[in-house]
């Protein structure tokens, strides 16, 4: 339940730059994604659905 004003602050960008990412008029960067994913905690892969598992498995 995350707005976009909320997200555009863990993005260090404006509400404007959120909204043109979602509506596709630009992309989502690699560092955007990296913030998102620590902001809630879960891996990159977790993130773009590469993996079911939120945290890597420890070895």
Do not use: C, W
Not at 15 to 43: C, P, Y
Request: glycine share 6%; charged share 30%.
């Amino acid at each position: 339940h995350l707005k976009q004003r909320d997200l555009a602050e863990v993005l260090g960008v404006s509400e404007q730059a959120v909204s043109d990412k979602f509506h596709g008029r630009t992309n989502f960067t690699l560092k955007d994604m990296r913030k998102i994913a620590d902001a809630f905690d879960v891996s990159l892969d977790y993130l773009t659905g590469r993996s079911d598992y939120a945290k890597p498995l420890e070895a």
